[in-house]
C-alpha cells in the first residue's frame, strides 16, 4: 500500500520566510526521495531530489534533509517567494517493485 | 529542448466511448510512465513503458485500460468504454534513464466523462 504521507496539508508562510514541508516514510528500504511542485493546471515540477547514502542536498534556495533513522523528509525552501505557491509532493522509490510512490501533498500558501 | 508534451490538454467523452491520451517523451528519453491524479490526491502510478515494451503495468485496471510505446510516434493510453469514475488528470512522465529516476512530467490530460 502507500507509504509515503504528508504531516500538514497546508501550510501558509509570510513572502520572505523560510518554509519547511515535512514528509513521513514508512519502507526503511526506500533509497531514493525526490520532491516535486505543482502549480494548480500544471503538472508536477521536478524540485529536487536525495538518495538515502546522503543526509543533505541543496539546490537554489532550496534543501531537503533526509533522516533515515525515523524516516522523515523535509524539504526547506529559502526566502519563500508568492511564486512558491504550489501543491508539493514528496515522492519514495519502492525498490521493493521500483515504482515512485508519492505522498498526499502539502499545499503552501505564500502570503504577501 | 522541448519538455513532455501531451495532448489533447483537455478531452471529453461520454459514458462507453473511448479516450486515447497521448504522450510524447522528452528528447533523448526512452522511459516513459503514467499516472493518474483524482482532484485534491497525489498522483497514482498506472504503467511504465520503454520503446515497444512494458515494463511495470501493476497500477493498471484489468479491464479497459491499455498502454503502449511504439517504436516510431507517442506513447498511447488507451481508456475503452470510459465510465464516469476514469475522470481525473492523466500525468506522463519521461527519464533519460529507467528506474523511477528523475521523472520529468507533462501538463496532463483532463478527462472528463459526461
Known amino acids: 500500500g502507500e507509504s509515503v504521507g504528508l504531516h500538514l496539508p497546508t501550510l501558509s508562510v509570510q513572502e520572505g520566510d523560510n518554509s519547511i514541508i515535512n514528509c513521513a516514510y514508512s519502507?526503511?528500504?526506500?533509497?531514493?526521495f525526490i520532491w516535486y511542485k505543482q502549480e494548480s493546471g500544471k503538472g508536477p515540477q521536478f524540485i529536487i531530489d536525495?538518495?538515502?547514502?546522503?543526509d543533505k542536498r541543496q539546490g537554489q534556495r532550496v534543501t531537503v534533509l533526509l533522516n533515515k533513522t525515523v524516516k522523515h523528509l523535509s524539504l526547506q525552501i529559502a526566502a519563500t517567494q508568492p511564486g512558491d505557491s504550489a501543491v508539493y509532493f514528496c515522492a519514495e522509490k519502492d525498490n521493493q517493485g521500483g515504482k515512485l510512490i508519492f505522498g498526499q501533498g502539502t499545499e503552501l500558501s505564500v502570503k504577501p | 529542448n522541448a519538455g513532455v508534451m501531451q495532448n489533447p490538454r483537455h478531452l471529453v467523452r461520454r459514458r462507453g466511448q473511448e479516450a486515447r491520451l497521448r504522450c510524447s517523451p522528452m528528447?533523448?528519453?526512452?522511459?516513459v510512465y503514467w499516472y493518474r491524479q483524482l482532484p485534491e490526491e497525489g498522483l497514482k502510478f498506472m504503467v511504465y513503458l520503454q520503446k515497444e515494451n512494458i515494463i511495470d503495468e501493476s497500477g493498471m485496471p484489468k479491464e479497459r485500460f491499455s498502454a503502449e510505446f511504439p517504436k516510431e510516434g507517442p506513447s498511447i493510453l488507451r481508456i475503452q468504454q470510459v465510465v464516469r469514475g476514469d475522470s481525473a488528470a492523466y500525468f506522463c512522465?519521461?527519464?533519460?534513464?529507467?528506474?523511477?529516476?528523475?521523472?520529468?512530467f507533462g501538463s496532463g490530460t483532463q478527462l472528463s466523462v459526461l
Open positions: 519502507n526503511s528500504a526506500s533509497d531514493y
Open positions: 528528447k533523448g528519453h526512452s522511459h
Open positions: 512522465a519521461s527519464s533519460p534513464s529507467g528506474a523511477y529516476e528523475k521523472l520529468f
Open positions: 536525495i538518495r538515502s547514502n546522503m
